[in-house]
């Protein structure tokens, strides 16, 4: 008798470990149903270049459905809750759909009205997030019109989606205002609650080296209390302000809110305790969770959320068929950082081994944690990868999930 995998989003893990399950599993085998509330595919990496005018939402979107294989059900729906003891998961419209597996893949949302002021007077009209397509477009407006000032940027909290993605947007609007010939009208200061621009000892030295030549001032150990969008100014709980003309805030993060309606399934974040090697809920075994949804220490992060793909996918297949598991996820994340100018750098780095210098994928290959004309078109070819590689579930040849280790300094590695 076919099984029945329900999967809680459409977004990039959703749609690969669908695809990936069509693979293996013909339709008498296994119904695969993936469930999401909107039917637009946003491609996030492409949020940071639409403030500056390097891309438009219109490109970055795309259907849904479009990007699900044949005899893959698409359910137009928000979910309200999982039932983990009955195996169901019950829709907003009053439907119920019960699973044999279910994959969690409902990504993190935006939570700005959490934090005091900043969906207040002057939200999204001097101070934007551009993680979303909404903010990110009017961003673009605001930033055109900016002919001076203060521009501030800031991490309200982690954990955040695409954590180097801050760090990208104050390089390239460095490169921006230089463009515009205004950059000596204009200060740029980046505010993070961490002790660092960056988590990562051996990139925070190198990413900390450019911001400083670029005359990016920093602010760390900043716990944003409140957002005064009308007088311009970010509040700290400890009582420290930085003032500013134009402010750029990444909102704190959360889990999906319908996971804090399904008694057993989230944390108190609305994150789900996920086993960080096999990808197994920690309190059903058959739930497994991908992408930004899990809590695991790994980044938020599409890289992540794709080399988790095949991990998932093979333990659902060995859940099935009553096997034991694998626990081979190693944490891996990869993150091209574009640094203006036409330039990016590259990390990649997994759960024990961080950024290292050397080659991705191998000996030979694209440089890391160096700055390149290579890397900034790694980044732009990401896009075309993305929708038709990395979704459809792809393999990309010579390249594996877990982090490589050719090419990297043998002594500097982790096991
Ligand atoms: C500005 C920005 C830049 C980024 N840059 C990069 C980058 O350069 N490199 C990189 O690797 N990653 C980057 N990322 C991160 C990357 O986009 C995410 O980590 C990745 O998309 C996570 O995939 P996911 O499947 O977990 O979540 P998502 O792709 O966000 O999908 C979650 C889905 O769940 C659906 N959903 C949620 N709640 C419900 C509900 N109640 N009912 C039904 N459906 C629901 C949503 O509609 C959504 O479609 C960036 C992100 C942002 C915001």
């Known amino acids: 008798m076919s099984q029945r995998v329900i999967v ?52 970055i979107v795309r259907p849904r459905s479009q990007q699900l294989s ?33 994959v969690v893949a409902s990504g993190a949302v935006l939570l700005p009205e959490e934090t005091q002021g900043l969906t207040g007077p002057g939200w ?3 101070v934007f997030t ?60 980046y505010v993070t609650p961490l002790d660092a621009a960056f988590t990562k000892p051996i990139a925070s030295r190198q990413l900390g080296g450019m911001r400083e030549e670029k005359d990016i001032e920093l602010v760390t150990e900043f716990n944003t209390g409140e957002v005064d969008g009308e007088g311009g100014r970010l509040v700290a709980y400890d009582g420290r302000e930085v003032p500013f003309d134009l402010g750029v805030v990444v909102p704190l993060h959360g889990g999906a809110e319908y ?14 305790p996920t086993d960080e090697h096999t990808l197994q809920s920690r309190t ?27 991990t998932v996918v093979a333990n659902i297949r060995h859940f099935l068929a009553d096997e034991p598991l694998v626990d081979n996820f190693d944490g891996h994340a990869n993150c091209f950082i574009e ?55 792809r393999d990309i040849p010579g390249m594996g999930s877990a982090m490589p280790t050719a090419g990297k300094p043998r002594e500097l590695i982790r096991k």
């Open 339 to 393: 640094t203006g100018f036409g330039k990016a750098l590259l990390i990649d780095f997994n759960y024990d081994t961080e950024p290292l210098p050397g080659h991705f994928p191998g000996r030979v290959g694209l440089p890391l944690l160096k700055e390149s004309r290579l890397n900034h078109l790694g980044k732009l070819m990401l896009q075309w990868f993305y929708w038709h590689s990395l979704l459809p579930g």
């Open 284 to 310: 059903a075994p058959n739930i497994f969770v991908i992408g930004d949804a899990a809590n695991v220490p790994a980044s938020k992060a599409g890289s992540v959320t794709h080399f988790e793909g095949e």
């Open 259 to 272: 996971i804090g309606r399904s008694p057993g399934l989230g944390d108190a974040l609305n994150f789900v």
């Open 70 to 102: 044949h005899d893959i059900g698409f359910v137009e729906a928000a979910v309200d809750g999982v039932d983990i003891q009955a195996n169901s998961v019950n829709l907003v419209d009053g439907r119920t759909l019960d699973y044999d597996v279910l």
């Open 124 to 126: 999204m009209e001097r």
């Open 8 to 59: 809680l989003g459409g977004g990039t893990g959703g749609t690969l470990v669908a695809n990936r399950l069509r693979r293996i599993f013909d339709a008498e085998e296994l119904e695969i149903l993936v469930v999401d509330q909107d039917d637009r595919h946003v491609y996030q990496p492409g949020l940071l270049f639409v403030p500056f005018g390097l891309s438009h939402t219109d490109d």
């Open 130 to 189: 551009f993680y979303s397509p909404e903010g990110a477009a009017a961003l673009e407006g605001a930033l055109a019109k900016f002919d001076g000032g203060r521009l501030v940027v800031n991490v309200v909290d982690m954990p955040i989606k695409c954590p180097v993605a801050p760090l990208e947007f104050y390089f390239l609007a460095d490169w921006y205002f230089r463009e515009r010939g205004i950059r000596d009208r204009v200060s740029l200061t």
